[in-house]
């Protein structure tokens, strides 16, 4: 009794994704270190790095050999075990959440349909919060195994935002999965195809959650850049108030997938803003069945880098929040806005159904 | 398949494991693991009912085990602050004045 | 997909001996963590998808962390071992494996089948639970909310620093 045919090609199949999902993420990673450093420099009307490579693009491949080289230092009383765990938890988790990301219509090859997504959990926005709560511990695991009096404030401090905004961020996707109904990630995009019909008069805007969902987007994106420890609410990491909080005490490889988890967490973070306010992959398709397929990737990939640069140009833009000024924000507004906003939701939701 | 003697035998070694640690720890945070632990133990002898006969209510038991076992552990920790900043320890040993 | 239950049981009990074995709070609570992801997983094999990513986002992503917060501002150490009565520790391991041994027959006992489950895989996911959370037992869960609200007003209370 082996395995059948059509379980053989699906494990096959999730091979051949998994890695190629890997290598774009990976890939990406890098290349947007490159554009962070272009476009902050552009706003700072300075160049960046253009020395290597043309506009400076081989940039990315000199600093990982630079990280590769460099002397892993070891603090003497650092908590040896913990300390090597933190940025491997950092790290892996942060590219655990991708599993579940759909990046566009499934196609049908030769019988088999092949979905542009790992794995298609019907409770997958659970799962990537679930995987952001795990999150917290890798930095303050590395604030405390340092050793170090700014790594473990640091450490505490970046955990308890991460742990403020995450409640933010889960309200403000209720309203989103009240209108709906369902908490599969394929199923929220799927829902938002075609446009809005006004009374029977098609508006050419398209059904995307962003136009019901104002003040939820607003929320949740606000509490996503906080979640990745970004401008403005970076203070955690903030080399004028912590020298390098959490991450202080770590160099070369360790300190490179701390960053590296920050990245990947930031385009996490972008593709669920798109998948649940923007309409996924929805998009102008036209062509033949080769560039249908692929049309719908592209428009996503769009979408997302639209949020990763203004990402960027908040970083090069707005100064950062203090620390109380920070956590009073979290609780004290956008948890009661959160709030208010799913009661609404569900006020109209109901009134709409009766 | 596998039957639901194992889960509950799961179960009853994870149960047990979390009695002992609670009788012979000594500091007050690892105790209230081991209380953790236990309560887990009983979740998935929850859950291996529920989907043994077919009844979700073991299920939101299960979840009811979770949420109260979250305020416990909340209230817990700062029971447990409290008395680490009145006797500078966190050894039950430490905490003994009440005894005969 | 048996061998995955075995392995994910495995892996709890052995991260359970180390909970209670480690001298270190730190180390205790990270075998904690993963006791509780391995019971997540062993909860997917039961088919209860919405508990095992309860477990992880409750349990494993904000309990876990409180615990941690505490041991890191408390500075928990090393643990000394006890000074108390030896005939305490001595006569202790023989009664809890004697418990063990007791509880493991009962259950025996109580259900010799070896097959599988007798009913269907049923559906577990939010909507069901959903519908059975919010009538049969909306009395438990609006009890609950007002528990937590107590919780939250003790613990602000009993943690505050004496001004």
Redesign the interface.
């Known amino acids: 009794m082996g395995i059948s045919s059509e379980a053989g090609f699906i494990l096959l199949a999730t091979f051949i994704k998994t890695a190629v999902v890997l290598l774009v993420l990976l890939t990406t990673i890098a290349y947007l270190t490159w554009l962070e450093r272009k476009v902050v420099a552009h706003i700072q009307a300075r160049w960046g790095p253009y020395l290597v490579g043309p506009h400076g693009l081989l940039q990315p491949l000199a600093d990982g050999v630079k990280f590769l080289f460099k002397e892993d230092i070891v603090p003497l009383e650092a908590?040896r075990?913990?300390y090597w765990?933190a940025p491997f938890l950092a790290f892996s988790l942060a590219f655990l959440s991708i599993a579940v990301i759909p990046f566009g219509e499934g196609f049908t090859l030769g019988g088999h349909r092949f979905e542009f997504q790992i794995a298609d959990?019907?409770?997958g926005i659970?799962?990537v919060?679930?995987v952001?709560?795990?999150g917290?511990?890798g930095i303050?695991?590395a604030g405390?195994s340092s050793n170090s009096k700014y790594s473990?404030f640091g450490g505490?401090r970046s955990?308890?935002q991460m742990?403020s905004y995450e409640l933010a961020l889960g309200l403000a996707v209720v309203g989103t999965l009240m209108i709906s109904g369902t908490?599969s990630l394929r199923q929220i995009v799927e829902g938002q195809s075609g446009f809005w019909h006004l009374s029977g008069i098609n508006t050419y805007l398209p059904h995307w959650n962003i136009f019901v969902q104002p003040v939820g987007f607003l929320i949740y994106f606000t509490a996503a850049v906080a979640e990745t420890n970004r401008v403005p609410f970076d203070l955690p990491e903030g080399e004028t108030e912590l020298v390098g909080g959490f991450h202080t005490e770590y160099s070369s490889m360790k300190f490179a997938m701390f960053f590296m988890a920050e990245y990947a967490n930031m385009i996490t973070v972008s593709c669920l803003a798109t998948i649940l306010f923007f309409g996924g992959w929805h998009g102008p398709v036209f062509g033949p069945a080769l560039l249908r397929a692929l049309l719908p990737v592209f428009w996503f990939c769009l979408k997302v880098f639209c949020f990763l640069f203004f990402y960027i140009w908040m970083r090069g833009t707005l100064p950062r929040f203090r620390y109380d000024q920070l956590m009073a924000f979290g609780w004290k507004f956008l948890l009661p806005l959160g709030l208010l906003n799913i009661l609404a939701t569900s006020l109209v939701v109901a009134w709409l159904n009766a | 398949?596998?039957?639901?003697?194992?889960?509950?035998?799961?179960s009853?070694?994870?149960?047990?494991?979390?009695?002992?640690?609670f009788?012979?720890?000594?500091?007050i945070?690892?105790i209230?693991?081991?209380i953790?632990?236990m309560l887990?133990a009983v979740?998935?002898a929850f859950?291996?009912f529920?989907?043994?006969?077919?009844n979700?209510?073991g299920?939101?038991s299960?979840?009811?085990v979770?949420?109260?076992?979250?305020?416990?552990?909340?209230?817990g920790?700062?029971?447990?602050?409290?008395l680490?900043?009145n006797r500078q320890s966190?050894?039950i040993?430490d905490f003994d004045s009440m005894k005969w | 997909m048996?061998i995955l239950?075995y392995i994910c049981?495995a892996l709890?009990?052995l991260a359970?001996?180390n909970?209670?074995v480690q001298r270190t709070?730190?180390?205790?609570?990270?075998s904690?963590?993963v006791?509780?992801c391995a019971?997540a997983v062993?909860?997917l094999?039961?088919?209860?998808?919405?508990?095992a990513?309860?477990?992880?986002?409750?349990?494993?992503?904000?309990?876990m962390?409180?615990?941690?917060?505490?041991?890191?501002?408390?500075n928990?150490g090393r643990?000394?071992?006890?000074?108390?009565s030896r005939l305490a520790?001595w006569l202790?391991?023989p009664l809890?494996l004697a418990?063990?041994a007791e509880?493991?027959v009962a259950?025996?006992r109580q259900?010799?089948?070896?097959?599988?489950?007798?009913?269907?895989a049923?559906d577990?996911?939010?909507e069901?639970?959903g519908h059975?959370?919010f009538r049969?037992?909306v009395l438990?869960f609006e009890v609950?909310s007002v528990?937590?609200l107590?919780?939250?007003l003790?613990?602000?209370?009993?943690?505050r620093?004496e001004s």
């Not at chain 3, 259900?111 to 269907?120: Q, S, Y």
């Open positions: 908590d075990i913990v765990l959990l019907n409770v659970l799962f919060f679930a952001t709560s795990l917290v511990y303050s695991l405390w473990l505490l955990s308890a742990i908490l | 398949m596998v039957p639901l003697s194992h889960y509950l035998a799961l009853v070694i994870l149960f047990v494991l979390g009695v002992a640690g009788i012979f720890r000594r500091n945070i690892t209230f693991m081991c953790e632990l887990n979740n998935l859950i291996a529920s989907r043994f006969w077919g979700l209510d299920q939101l299960a979840f009811f979770i949420v109260v076992a979250a305020a416990e552990a909340a209230v920790l700062a029971i447990i602050i409290a680490y900043r966190l050894n040993e | 048996e239950f049981a709890a009990v359970a001996l909970v209670i709070p730190v180390y205790s609570a990270l904690l963590i006791v509780l019971l062993v909860y094999l039961l088919g209860a998808e919405f508990m990513v309860i477990q992880v986002i409750v349990y494993a992503g904000a309990i962390v409180l615990f941690i917060f505490v041991i890191m501002l408390l928990a643990e000394i071992p006890s000074q108390r520790q202790g391991a809890v418990l063990l509880v493991l259950i025996w259900f010799p089948d070896t097959g599988g489950p007798a009913v269907a049923f577990a996911g939010p069901a639970i059975l959370l049969n037992y438990p609950t528990l937590i107590v919780a939250i003790g613990a602000v209370v009993l943690a620093k």
